[in-house]
Nanobody, 121 residues
Framework: QVQLVESGGGLVQAGGSLRLSCAASGRIFSINTMRWYRQAPGKQRELVAAITSGGSTNYADSVKGRFTISRDNARNTVYLQMDSLKPEDTGDYYC???????????????WGQGTQVTVSS
């Protein structure tokens, strides 16, 4: 069974940094795009950053220049380096991945369970 597990969340002061990790495990054949989303209290989930299997990236305007997404294909892991954090970055952060795995005959999108990030002012 394929699963995604996030880690690295926590409490940090404004201006600080955190690094999130999301590892995919199980019977995996290939992983396409991997993404980070976040959901602030009372708001809809929004896309923060994405990275393709080839390493192309895109970011939400609100995090450009502060966040960096990367991946280690050998470890089936995606990272989110978050610098110059602001209180408005507070929320639950989720990763997802489009991957072929398990007994599936096609690519499915899998989600992690989320990790909480709190930025204090």
């Amino acid at each position: 069974q394929v699963q995604l597990v996030e880690s690295g969340g926590g409490l940090v002061q404004a201006g600080g940094s955190l690094r999130l990790s999301c590892a995919a495990s199980g019977r995996i054949f290939s992983i396409n795009t991997m993404r980070w989303y976040r959901q602030a209290p009372g708001k809809q989930r929004e896309l923060v950053a994405a990275i393709t299997s080839g390493g192309s990236t895109n970011y939400a305007d609100s995090v450009k220049g502060r966040f960096t997404i990367s991946r280690d294909n050998a470890r089936n892991t995606v990272y989110l380096q978050m610098d110059s954090l602001k209180p408005e970055d507070t929320g639950d952060y989720y990763c997802n991945a489009d991957l072929l795995g398990g007994d599936a005959q096609r690519i499915y999108r899998y989600w992690g369970q989320g990790t909480q990030v709190t930025v204090s002012s």
